[in-house]
């Protein structure tokens, strides 16, 4: 299973399902990262977490260990 | 005389919301907290009608139970039921922004959409068939542009129209299975509740909101019934209830917006792409980020100007301290008071009392202007969300944001500001717990401890100054490790999904009414507090009763009568000094309370009425340490000596052979212990002011006291004890004690943990 946290600065892939519950995964997709959206792997911090995505048309910063729970291909 | 009409403004984070209610409002705004709660609440009453009361609610991006500005905003919304809700809307970011609308037209109440940030849609050249999302919405949308002003006027009336007559239905319906299951819940539980808010509810029910669920208290046979109906639709749309909805509620924006928002083209980076670019560049990131940082940190408490640095702020703090605190309101108080022959302890209690204690608050006030400036200029420019950004890998390891770095900074300076500057952080846990570790740090006012205990005791040695500053970092780590790992803070999770906004240039108006706020409520509530406890330690240090006597001791000890030469032995032998050293402060209540109170500090080596005086006038300010040693250790400035200096080095002598005999030889130790807590127990009065104000809640005000106090005796207490083992004379009990603590703190520092799933509010 390939998860965001797999993918690499600079490539684009598209979430297939969201992993884990309550909190975290509620707040993941209340900022738009949903079933079948593109995300745009953008940077990563200087201190290599967290990650900054584009989704949506817009800037999200999210922990290497939260982009574990998004299933992407 | 009609009902009072409520508005409500709704919005994401970093949509204009704030720019807008301002516009709205004017100058005629309240400022307070939410009851409880650390989130700041704001209400004011629109310029187009005043009898209209515009609300503002926190930024949010949903209403959801899990953050606490969500279940604010939602409480509000359910419970007083505003007559209308104005949802600002970013028109460059129409997907997010709407997913919050679809959630607000189920609430029953009337919604107006202001479209805001239309010209820099248009001026990219998209397209947004203002017609057709209105009526798709099933609401008026009104374009505005909140920093120019435009439409602004015209949203504030649709918005008192829709108050007035307006009606809002969600015109989104969800897919068959789920809507199957919301007319079962509207049917067997939310039927007795208000009609207009039924759908909200049942969509709550379905999505198993625990704060709904709660509430409704629905009976068991019910409740079981209806789980079955959210299982079948949970099983047919292979997903937990909750998601489906917010999946849906996506899918429904994306059809929608197709037909209503046509993007010119895509791919070219904007400016602000661009400076984003270089700013968080993997290499460049720390450079500049120090870079800015130093700015903030030298532009307002480094070295005055007066004195060849930058800090403006420190030369308006120097002058205002020195010139209109000392020369004018204290001095110049004196004078006229006297002048009007008015009697000596209400000249003492407006003069030293009150105006010296208002003049400490006034004194800070520059250099928090100038500081709270700059930090609302990162704020609004966008920088400030990237700073948590790129520290958040190391703060957040001990509990804290990566945007407690700026209160940590700015707390070696001053606490107050830092407390203060804790505001910017999103997640109330993290606020909470930088509010209780940035007094940790040695501000500029504990200089002069460190530099009285270097100099008397250890030859001038620096080392003592950078181990204050080790000890103070190490503080604020080992506390957030543990802390985070207590009940009080095990409560709410934090997800760290953050929005990184657009830059763009500061709005100044924002920027400068942010400084004012910020500046006026530290004013009003530090003040207050500081002018009563200067008021309580003044009298504590003037009254007495000597020999008998009760009143002001310096004037009793004019009097040959009170004060007889029997009498003055009675004191030297309590206080243990010789005769010619008594002073009237000896009979103070302060001295006759710190006498008893030094047991506290017997086993941590300084359990003398001296440092223990010293240590409790340190609340008033921290550089009273120093200052009441000095009156102490009989320094007189009145015999043709020079002023007491900062650090003392006048009677470094007396206090090194004074710390020597009361600790049995120990000198040195006991004052690195002494130093220790007095680095780390709770702050000034001023700042427990700001922390009383930030907190908003008595009882975290006290346990931040409390936890402060109990952690700097712990680690002072170790010191002592343990130290003693290698400078001789241990002290069996006290050494054993001291391991069990030790032995406590690495177990609760290195104990496993977890992350809580739940928000607890109230």
């Given at each position: 299973m390939k998860t965001l946290r797999d993918a690499k600065v600079g490539e684009t892939v598209k979430v297939v399902k969201l992993h884990g519950e309550g909190a975290v995964k509620r707040r993941i997709m209340d900022m738009g990262i949903t079933k079948g959206i593109e995300v745009y792997v953008r940077k990563l911090a200087p201190l290599g977490d967290p990650v900054e995505v584009n989704v949506r048309n817009y800037e999200l910063s999210i922990r290497k260990a939260d982009a574990e729970m998004i299933e992407v291909e | 005389m009609d009902k009072q009409l409520r508005i409500a403004l709704a919005g994401n984070p970093n949509s204009g919301?704030?720019?807008?209610?301002?516009?709205?409002?004017?100058?005629?705004?309240?400022?307070?907290?939410?009851?409880?709660?650390?989130?700041?609440?704001?209400?004011?009453?629109?310029?187009?009608?005043?009898?209209?009361?515009?609300?503002?609610?926190?930024?949010?991006?949903?209403?959801?139970?899990?953050?606490?500005?969500?279940?604010?905003?939602r409480n509000y919304l359910i419970e007083e039921k505003p007559d209308a809700i104005l949802n600002i809307v970013d028109a460059t970011n129409l997907e997010r922004n709407l997913y919050l609308t679809t959630q607000l037209t189920e609430l029953g109440i009337p919604v107006v959409i202001a479209l805001n940030m239309m010209d820099l849609v248009k001026k990219a050249g998209d397209v947004v068939n203002v017609k057709e999302l209105s009526r798709q919405l099933g609401c008026p949308v009104v374009e505005i542009s909140a920093l120019k002003g435009d439409g602004v006027a015209d949203a504030a009336k649709a918005a008192i129209e829709a108050a007035k007559h307006g009606k809002t239905l969600p015109q989104h319906s969800f897919s068959g299975p789920v809507e199957h299951a919301l007319a079962h819940?509207?049917?067997?539980?939310?039927?007795?509740?208000?009609?207009?808010?039924?759908?909200?509810?049942?969509?709550?029910?379905?999505?198993?909101?625990?704060?709904?669920l709660e509430q409704l208290n629905i009976p068991a046979g019910v409740r079981a019934h209806i789980e079955q109906d959210i299982a079948a639709a949970e099983k047919e749309l292979d997903d937990d209830a909750e998601s489906i909805i917010t999946n849906e509620r996506y899918v429904y924006i994306g059809n929608m917006l197709k037909g209503i928002y046509k993007k010119k083209g895509k791919g070219q980076l904007s400016t602000s792409d661009k400076i984003d670019k270089v700013v968080t560049?993997?290499?460049?990131?720390?450079?500049?980020?120090?870079?800015?940082?130093?700015?903030?940190?030298?532009?307002?408490?480094?070295?005055?100007?007066?004195?060849?640095?930058?800090?403006?702020?420190?030369?308006?703090?120097?002058?205002?301290?020195?010139?209109?605190?000392?020369?004018?309101?204290?001095?110049?108080?004196?004078?006229?008071?006297?002048?009007?022959?008015?009697?000596?302890?209400?000249?003492?209690?407006?003069?030293?009392?009150?105006?010296?204690?208002?003049?400490a608050v006034l004194g800070f006030v520059p250099q928090m202007l100038v500081l709270f400036l700059m930090l609302c200029l990162l704020e609004d420019c966008g920088y400030m969300a990237r700073i948590a950004f790129i520290m958040d890998r190391i703060f957040r390891r001990f509990g804290l944001s990566g945007k407690s770095f700026i209160p940590m900074l700015v707390g070696t300076g001053c606490g107050i500001p830092g407390v203060m500057a804790s505001r910017?952080?999103?997640?109330?846990?993290?606020?909470?717990?930088?509010?209780?570790?940035?007094?940790?740090?040695?501000?500029?006012?504990?200089?002069?401890?460190?530099?009285?205990?270097?100099?008397?005791?250890?030859?001038?040695?620096?080392?003592?100054?950078?181990?204050?500053?080790?000890?103070?970092?190490?503080?604020?780590?080992?506390?957030?490790?543990?802390?985070?790992?207590?009940?009080?803070?095990?409560?709410?999770?934090?997800?760290?999904?953050?929005?990184?906004?657009?830059?763009?240039?500061?709005?100044?108006?924002?920027?400068?009414?942010?400084?004012?706020?910020?500046?006026?409520?530290?004013?009003?509530?530090?003040?207050?507090?500081?002018?009563?406890?200067?008021?309580?330690?003044w009298f504590l240090t003037s009254f007495g009763s000597v020999n008998?006597?009760?009143?002001?001791?310096?004037?009793?000890?004019?009097?040959?009568?009170?004060?007889?030469?029997?009498?003055?032995?009675?004191?030297?032998?309590?206080?243990?000094?010789?005769?010619?050293?008594?002073?009237?402060?000896?009979?103070?209540?302060?001295?006759?309370?710190?006498?008893?109170?030094?047991?506290?500090?017997?086993?941590?080596?300084?359990?003398?009425?001296?440092?223990?005086?010293?240590?409790?006038?340190?609340?008033?300010?921290?550089?009273?340490?120093?200052?009441?040693?000095?009156?102490?250790?009989?320094?007189?400035?009145?015999?043709?000596?020079?002023?007491?200096?900062?650090?003392?080095?006048?009677?470094?002598?007396?206090?090194?052979?004074?710390?020597?005999?009361?600790?049995?030889?120990?000198?040195?130790?006991?004052?690195?212990?002494?130093?220790?807590?007095?680095l780390l127990c709770a702050p000034c009065f001023a700042a427990i002011g700001a922390i009383k104000r930030e907190m908003n809640s008595r009882k975290w005000t006290w346990f931040a006291i409390a936890y402060q106090c109990g952690f700097a005796w712990v680690i002072a207490f170790i010191v002592w004890q343990l130290g003693r083992l290698f400078a001789g004379g241990v002290n069996a009990i006290g050494l054993i004690v001291a391991l069990v603590l030790l032995a406590l703190l690495l177990w609760q520092l290195f104990k496993p943990y977890k992350e809580a799933q739940k928000l607890t509010v109230k």
């Open positions: - | 919301k704030t720019t807008l209610f301002n516009k709205l409002t004017g100058s005629n705004q309240f400022v307070g907290n939410w009851p409880g709660v650390t989130v700041e609440k704001k209400e004011g009453k629109l310029i187009v009608d005043r009898e209209v009361i515009l609300t503002d609610l926190p930024g949010i991006y949903s209403l959801s139970p899990y953050t606490l500005e969500e279940v604010v905003a819940i509207e049917e067997v539980t939310v039927h007795n509740l208000p009609e207009e808010q039924q759908r909200w509810y049942a969509i709550k029910v379905f999505e198993r909101d625990e704060k709904v560049n993997r290499i460049l990131a720390l450079p500049i980020f120090v870079v800015v940082m130093f700015l903030v940190y030298a532009l307002a408490m480094g070295t005055s100007i007066a004195d060849g640095g930058i800090a403006i702020g420190t030369f308006l703090t120097d002058w205002t301290n020195d010139v209109l605190g000392g020369a004018w309101l204290q001095d110049g108080s004196r004078a006229i008071l006297e002048g009007w022959g008015a009697a000596p302890w209400l000249v003492g209690l407006i003069s030293d009392g009150i105006l010296a204690g208002v003049g910017t952080i999103e997640n109330e846990r993290d606020r909470r717990m930088t509010i209780m570790t940035t007094t940790f740090m040695p501000c500029g006012a504990k200089m002069p401890i460190i530099g009285l205990i270097a100099g008397a005791l250890f030859g001038g040695s620096t080392w003592v100054a950078t181990s204050a500053y080790f000890i103070g970092v190490a503080a604020i780590v080992i506390s957030g490790i543990m802390l985070k790992k207590t009940k009080m803070f095990a409560g709410d999770p934090a997800p760290f999904v953050m929005e990184l906004p657009a830059y763009h240039l500061p709005a100044w108006g924002n920027v400068l009414r942010g400084t004012w706020e910020r500046g006026w409520s530290f004013i009003k509530r530090a003040g207050t507090v500081i002018v009563v406890s200067s008021i309580v330690i008998g006597q009760f009143g002001m001791v310096d004037d009793l000890y004019e009097d040959d009568a009170v004060v007889t030469d029997e009498y003055i032995a009675v004191v030297a032998d309590r206080m243990g000094i010789p005769e010619d050293e008594v002073e009237p402060m000896d009979d103070s209540i302060l001295a006759r309370v710190a006498q008893p109170v030094s047991v506290v500090f017997k086993p941590l080596g300084f359990g003398d009425w001296k440092p223990t005086a010293a240590t409790v006038t340190g609340l008033v300010a921290k550089e009273e340490v120093v200052a009441n040693f000095g009156i102490m250790y009989a320094y007189d400035d009145q015999e043709g000596e020079e002023e007491l200096e900062e650090n003392g080095d006048q009677i470094w002598d007396r206090v090194a052979e004074d710390f020597n005999a009361f600790s049995g030889g120990h000198g040195q130790l006991a004052a690195f212990a002494f130093m220790i807590f007095n």
